[in-house]
């Protein structure tokens, strides 16, 4: 059974600062995503990754994937108040029919 | 603009009562979609996988004769919660399959919030 694990669970930090949050996977899949959710919002679509070391940046968020290693992270860079929100990556857990599998999510709190 | 819209965005009933939730694909025709179920400051859970035409597949613990799902159309399919008590209070969202996984794998409702008094 696939498990996807984030790292911290709660972040909170300061505007300005820098900080990675973690995704790990128990299993091989060289597709991962990574989402943000607001408070009673449903999902928005991030990043997608689909290959080993891929990288890709959005403004003051990079997301990384190292399908050896069964890691994604998520680096945020001079963290502004806006960003404050949770976030999940997923992982492709079934070729056929796309379904994934959430990691446990990391509520992010930006302090001015 | 939306690809998949999700109805009601919010209800509130009286426990005993059948709460149906209906979640359609706008633009494409999505052969399958996913019902997940999220509790506060948790993540989404997976209910069940709905094919269109065919029974949907439950995950382990999940009720199938408490959660029923059809999945008539190409475009619409429906979570209905049966005898609905407080512990299904949850949020509730519905997801179509992409056409294109390498864009993202599935296209997200906005979500209902089910409150069982």
């Known amino acids: 059974e696939l498990k996807v694990e984030q790292n911290p669970l709660f972040l909170s930090m300061q505007e300005g600062k820098n900080y990675t949050i973690y995704c790990n996977y128990s299993?091989?899949?060289?597709?991962l995503y990574w989402y943000r959710q607001d408070p009673g919002k449903s999902l928005e679509s991030l990043f997608v990754l689909l290959s080993n070391g891929a990288v890709k940046q959005e403004g003051r968020l990079m997301a990384s994937l190292d399908t050896k290693a069964r890691l994604s992270t998520l680096h945020i860079t001079a963290a502004v108040h806006d960003l404050s929100a949770t976030y999940f990556c997923a992982v492709v857990s079934n070729f056929g029919n796309e379904k994934l599998t959430f990691g446990t999510g990391t509520r992010l709190t930006i302090i001015p | 603009g939306a690809v998949v819209s999700q109805h009601p965005s919010w209800v509130i009933c009286k426990s005993g009562t059948s709460v149906k939730i209906e979640c359609r694909s706008l633009?494409?025709?999505?052969?399958?979609m996913f019902w997940y179920r999220q509790f506060p400051k948790q993540s989404l859970m997976l209910m069940a996988t709905?094919?269109?035409?065919?029974?949907?597949?439950?995950e382990q613990g999940v009720e199938k004769d408490k959660f029923l799902i059809n999945h008539a159309s190409l475009t619409l399919s429906t979570l209905t919660v049966t005898s609905a008590h407080p512990e299904d209070s949850s949020f509730y969202i519905c997801s179509a399959r992409a056409r294109d996984p390498r864009v993202q794998p599935q296209h997200f409702g906005d979500g209902t919030r089910l409150s069982i008094l």
């Open positions: 299993t091989t899949s060289d597709r």
């Open positions: 709905s094919n269109e035409g065919s029974k949907a597949t439950y």
């Open positions: 633009d494409f025709q999505a052969t399958t």
